[in-house]
T-cell receptor, first 113, second 113 residues
Framework: NAGVTQTPKFRVLKTGQSMTLLCAQD?????MYWYRQDPGMGLRLIHY???????AKGEVPDGYNVSRLKKQNFLLGLESAAPSQTSVYFC????????????FGPGTRLTVT | AQSVTQLGSHVSVSEGALVLLRCNYS??????LFWYVQYPNQGLQLLLK??????LVKGINGFEAEFKKSETSFHLTKPSAHMSDAAEYFC???????????FGTGTSLTVIP
């Protein structure tokens, strides 16, 4: 099993450009999450999904959109990138129960200039 | 609303010394509790979790944590630090209801030879 994979690993964007981050999991997990990690702020939830075709906002959703068309994939989109979105983005997945841990991908380092 | 507080953003210990990383949560109902470790340029890995069974939880790499309801704490300990323990550690809370994890801001552990 590959677990949770993220594409790409690194990306540099100019302000105003758009991009999509892809997250894939092969564990048949129901729940999937997108976080951003910034120094001194821990992980903050951007959006999450509790099943195929269902998404919800997290703590910091502004400037991001998501889609979960297939159970194994969760896409994070930036329509018009801003320097404030420079961060490391992590995807995670878990089983359908809050007692189960989240499994994390290796992260995507995004720089917006 | 849930919140997680990790006291001490940086902790330094000598190799062989006790490791103590502090985590307090705010919740009227004891939630599920987790400790994750993040090595440089990697995603988060689960160290251990508390899901209302034994209050003393043992995890990987010799770490353990004790759930204390009266103190709303879930501190992480290891009797003897090893150089390989140097990493960032995150405490996380998951409520019984809802679909979100709440992460602390992290504690960076340095092990001095």
């Amino acid at each position: 099993n590959a677990g949770v994979t993220q594409t790409p690993k690194f990306r540099v964007l100019k302000t105003g450009q758009s991009m999509t981050l892809l997250c894939a999991q092969d564990m048949n997990h129901e729940y999937m999450y997108w976080y951003r990690q910034d120094p001194g702020m821990g992980l903050r939830l951007i959006h999450y999904s509790v099943g195929e075709g269902t998404t919800a906002k997290g703590e910091v959703p502004d400037g991001y959109n998501v889609s979960r068309l297939k159970k194994q994939n969760f896409l994070l989109g930036l329509e018009s990138a801003a320097p404030s979105q420079t961060s490391v983005y992590f995807c995670a997945s878990s089983r359908r129960d809050n007692s189960y841990e989240q499994y994390f991908g290796p992260g995507t380092r995004l720089t917006v200039t | 609303a849930q919140s997680v507080t990790q006291l001490g953003s940086h902790v330094s210990v000598s190799e062989g010394a006790l490791v103590l990383l502090r985590c307090n949560y705010s919740s009227s109902v004891p939630p599920y509790l987790f400790w994750y470790v993040q090595y440089p340029n990697q995603g988060l890995q689960l160290l251990l979790k508390y899901t209302s069974a034994a209050t003393l939880v043992k995890g990987i790499n010799g770490f353990e944590a004790e759930f204390k309801k009266s103190e709303t704490s879930f501190h992480l300990t290891k009797p003897s630090a090893h150089m390989s323990d140097a990493a960032e550690y995150f405490c996380a809370v998951s409520p019984y209801t809802g679909n979100q994890f709440y992460f602390g801001t992290g504690t960076s552990l340095t092990v001095i030879p």
